[in-house]
């Protein structure tokens, strides 16, 4: 599966769990500690509004705090619709190869994309815990993120970006360990 695929694909699954957030259920808790729902779901606004910028070009500094903050207003269903469709076409139309800038420098398109993927996946995922829905991630998202986590598990977990994994049996499924490698428990 393409990475545009699997962006709609993880995309689709969050936006399942966001339409279903009860208006009691904003200030529940999620896998991340640090945040809320509606944190989480903030997070993901602001790593959105960074993608059309990152890779239409523009470095960290260019973009600075412009996205700090409350991103979500008072209307987060319809921000989420505004903010997702400029990133799902910046996905669509930036060529894989193209050089894109990020904190540590430069990397292609294609994993910068990628670890992007792997992002709105694993929020689903908290997001689906936080509202008590089902967590189950798209099957075919897993067997094509698990590889590439399972190859960079000692860079991800420096990264911070994530928690530290956890243990789980020898037999987990896929989505478990995917998942134990990101920090979280099922």
């Known amino acids: 599966m393409d990475l545009v ?3 709609t694909t993880a995309e689709r699954q969050f936006v399942d769990h966001l339409r279903a957030v009860r208006d009691d259920q904003w200030t529940a808790r999620t896998p991340c500690t640090e945040w809320d729902v509606r944190a989480l ?12 910028e990152l890779l239409g070009g523009a470095t960290i500094a260019e973009v600075g705090d412009k996205f700090d903050g409350d991103v ?3 209307d987060p269903i319809r921000t989420w619709s505004s903010v997702s469709r400029a990133a799902h076409e910046a996905i669509a139309s930036t060529p894989m190869d193209k050089a894109v800038n990020v904190s540590w420098g ?16 694993v ?7 936080g509202i008590g829905a089902d967590d189950t991630i798209d099957p075919v998202m ?16 420096g ?5 530290h994994p956890v243990d789980v049996p020898a037999d987990a499924d896929d989505q478990t360990r995917m998942l134990a490698l990101l920090g979280r428990r099922r």
């Not at 779901?41 to 059309?52: A, F, I, R």
């Not at 067997?143 to 860079?155: F, V």
């Open 5 to 7: 695929s699997l962006h």
């Open 72 to 74: 979500l207003g008072s």
């Open 159 to 163: 990264s911070g970006s994530f928690g």
């Open 123 to 129: 929020h689903g995922w908290d997001l689906a815990r």
């Open 41 to 52: 779901v903030n997070h993901m606004v602001y790593e959105y509004l960074w993608v059309p």
């Open 106 to 121: 430069q990397i292609s398109a294609g994993e910068y994309i990628g670890q992007f993927v792997t992002d709105v996946a």
């Open 142 to 157: 897993v067997d094509a993120l698990l590889p590439g986590i399972e190859e960079n598990a000692d860079s991800i977990a």
